[in-house]
C-alpha cells in the first residue's frame, strides 16, 4: 500500500477508534446543536494559491460526522456551549466556520463551534512546523541559503526578504516565520531538517503524536495545497504543545525584530551587513487603526490565503487564567474581522470560566497518555509532559521585544489536563509546569 494511503487508513483508524470510545464513555449531550446557517467562501489574499481551488473549504456547510475527539459534543455541527447560572451569552455576531474556546491550563473546552471540521489551515499550520523542527537546532547555528533551498516557494507567498548567498542565523529564520511568516524562511529551515518532504514527514508524524488527527500536512509553510487540511481542535492542541516551549514562546510574541539584509560596502569600502525591521502580523498583539492590541495577548500565529480565508490562533492571560482561541475563516469580510471575533470570544471566555461547564477536553499527546498508564506514575508530578522534547519545567515570559532579545510581555504555563481515552478506560492526565513570575502587558 502506498504510504499516502497508509498515512490516511491510519488515521482514519484512530480517528474512529476514539469517536467509539468517547460515544461509549461521554454522557448524553445536554443541549442540542443549533443548524448553522451557510456561509460564503471568503476571498482571496496575495499569498494565496490560485490554483488549488478544490479544497474542504469549497462547501460553507460542515459535514454530518467529524471525529468526536475530546468529546461527543466536540463532533457535531453547530455551537456547543452548556451556561451555568450567571454564566454571559455567546457573542452575537461571530461569523468564522469553525472556533473554539479552551483553557489551557486544564484542557478544558468552554465553548466550540464546528470544532473538528477540516479546513484549509493557512499560515497557523506554521505553529506545527515550528513545534516539529525548532528543537533541531541552535539558535547560534549559521546557514548560508542556496538557490535551491528557495525552490518551490509558492507564487505569491507571504516573504521575509531572504537572499541567496547570504548567511542568516537560525534565531533569525525562525523570526522570519513567526513575524513576517516568511514562506522563504519555513523552506530555508526546511532544507536544513533534510528537505520538504522529510519536514512534511516528521509533520505528520507529529501531528499523530499530537493526536491531531483531523491535520494532514501537504506543505510545511501552511501555502494552499489540495489536501491539506487542520481543524479549530487541532491548532488549538499545535499551539498548546507549542507553547511548552520557551523559544516557540519567545518568538511568537515578539512584536519586532532587526532583520539581516544584503551585504554590501560602505563608503569606507568596509563589508557591512544591512539591516531592516520586521513587525509581527499578528494584530492583537501589535494592533492596529481599527483595533487595540489585546491585554494579556502572547501570541500565538494568524494566517490568511484564498483556500483559508483568515484563520487565527491566539494565547491570552487575564487574572491567571490563560486561554486558548482558534478562530477560523470568518464569513464577514471587514478588516481585521479574524482578530476581532478572537477578542470578543477571549472577552467571553474570561467572563464566563467557572460559570460553563465544559463540553470537551483537550486531549493530551500519546506519550502523556502511555507515561500516565504506567504502574507508579505521577499524573501530578512536573517535568516534561510524557516525553514531549524541548518543554521547558519553569516556562519564561514569551518577551515582546524589540530586537527579539526581550522586552515587555506575558507569561504563561501550559499544562495539561485532559481525559484520555486509553485501552477502554478513562485516564486523567493533570501534568502541569510551576507559574513563573507573570508579566502583564500594560497599555
Known sequence: MPAPLKQTARRTLLVTSATLASLALTAPVSLAAPTPSPSAPASGSPSASPSAS?????????????SSLGGVRLGQAGTQVQLAGGAPVLPKDLTARSWIVA?????????????????????????????????????????????????????????????????YSVHDLWLGVFLRSGNDAVHVLSSMNGGVAATVRQMNDHADELQALDTDVVSPDGYDAPGQVSSAYDLTLIARSGLQKQDFREYCSTLTAKFPGATTKNKKGRTVRETFEIQNTNRLLTGDYDITQYQGIAGVKNGNTTNAGATFTGVAEQGGRVLLVTVMNPEKDDHNEVYKETAALFDWGFQAAGKVAPVGELVPPRSAARASAQPGANPGGGGEAGGVGNVSERPVAGAVAKNGSGGVGTAMAIAGGALVLLAGAAFLVNRRWPLPDLVRRRR
Open 54 to 66: 478544490a479544497s474542504a473549504s469549497a462547501s460553507a456547510t460542515p459535514p454530518a460526522k467529524m
Open 103 to 167: 483553557d489551557a491550563e486544564s484542557g478544558e473546552v468552554l465553548a466550540a463551534h464546528n470544532a473538528h471540521w477540516r479546513l484549509p489551515p493557512a499560515s497557523t499550520l506554521k505553529m506545527l512546523f515550528a513545534d516539529t523542527v525548532l528543537p533541531k537546532f541552535p539558535k547560534a547555528t549559521q546557514y548560508k541559503v542556496r538557490t535551491e533551498d528557495l525552490e518551490g516557494v509558492g507564487a505569491g507567498s507571504s516573504m521575509v526578504g531572504i537572499k541567496e548567498g547570504e548567511t
